[in-house]
């Protein structure tokens, strides 16, 4: 197989032995940005996966690069929860000057924690989860590269976890900005009661999860990372561009409250 081109939105494809045909193109309103989901980006996609031309590896990087710009901090080693954050690690470790390396392993044999139907259950799936490499940070000040916090449940026992193998600080950095608003446009987003950046804990984020320091990448940061190479594409071929993707946008729904389209109730 091959990467023949992206289905534009709003696109009706027929694919056949024969050949690939558009059958139709839903347009938007005159002047409408597009608003393709940024949390596909963050977390949802696949790191092979090409959208807007670009892969998401690269953007995730990218947004690593971004957040040791917006926060570094002075420690020994760069890591990452295994393994949606890898390329924002070391996009984070290679800005920073610092070594990427591995502090736990991933059990291959336990289901997603994020679909775990409680606080309790997630908690204890996290335990069973990972492995410590603590050769590799016993008495060292960890960075923990994270794509998102959600609920704040799985991020706490990772902590407990590297302290009692000989972590001697952890730092934890979040390559998105905080989710603080439901999805209505088809993603899963917990309820704006269950989202940890709504509850009072969120004040105190780094206490409540133990961590040394938490600090999120800002909107404007995740944008940048994600409309970079977009725009430069942009910019040495806008007919092509224009005719591809139309106006750029993303929707930031989730992390600002800025919806795409009106909601009627």
């Known amino acids: 197989s091959r990467y023949y081109r992206e289905v534009l939105p709003g696109e009706i494809v027929k694919i056949s032995r024969?050949?690939?045909?558009?059958?139709?193109?839903?347009?938007?309103?005159?002047?409408?940005?597009?608003?393709?989901?940024?949390?596909?980006?963050?977390y949802f996609a696949r790191p092979d996966s090409i959208f807007e031309g670009q892969m998401v590896y690269s953007v995730r990087r990218r947004c690593g690069q971004q957040l040791a710009i917006e926060a570094p901090v002075e420690a020994d080693l760069v890591s990452t929860v295994p393994e949606s954050a890898t390329p924002a690690a070391l996009g984070y470790a290679q800005k920073c000057g610092l070594p990427y390396v591995e502090v736990l392993c991933k059990n291959r044999y336990v289901g997603r924690t994020f679909i775990q139907p409680n606080m309790r259950l997630r908690q204890l799936g996290v335990a069973k989860k990972f492995g410590v490499l603590s050769d590799n940070f016993k008495g060292k000040r960890v960075v923990i590269i994270d794509d998102s916090i959600v609920r704040g449940n799985t991020i706490s026992p990772i902590i407990k976890l590297l302290r009692e193998s000989g972590a001697k600080e952890v730092h934890i950095?979040?390559?998105?900005?905080?989710?603080?608003?439901?999805?209505?446009?088809?993603?899963?987003?917990?309820?704006?009661?269950?989202?940890?950046?709504?509850?009072?804990?969120?004040?105190?984020?780094?206490?409540?999860?133990?961590?040394?320091?938490?600090?999120?990448?800002?909107?404007?940061?995740?944008?940048?990372?994600?409309?970079?190479?977009?725009?430069?594409?942009?910019?040495?071929?806008?007919?092509?561009?224009?005719?591809?993707?139309?106006?750029?946008?993303?929707?930031?729904?989730?992390?600002?409250?800025?919806?795409?389209?009106?909601?009627?109730?």
Not at 28 to 40: K, L, Q, V, W, Y
Not at 190 to 207: S, V, W, Y
Not at 222 to 243: F, G, M, Y
């Open 173 to 265: 950095r979040v390559a998105s900005p905080p989710i603080r608003f439901p999805c209505y446009m088809g993603i899963n987003i917990p309820t704006k009661e269950e989202l940890i950046a709504n509850r009072p804990e969120f004040h105190d984020l780094a206490n409540y999860i133990g961590a040394d320091s938490v600090v999120y990448l800002s909107v404007e940061g995740l944008v940048s990372s994600v409309q970079e190479s977009i725009k430069a594409r942009q910019d040495n071929n806008p007919k092509t561009h224009k005719s591809f993707m139309g106006k750029l946008g993303h929707c930031t729904a989730c992390l600002t409250g800025d919806y795409p389209v009106e909601l009627e109730w």
């Open 18 to 42: 024969h050949d690939v045909q558009t059958l139709d193109v839903v347009r938007r309103s005159e002047g409408d940005p597009s608003a393709f989901c940024i949390f596909e980006y963050v």
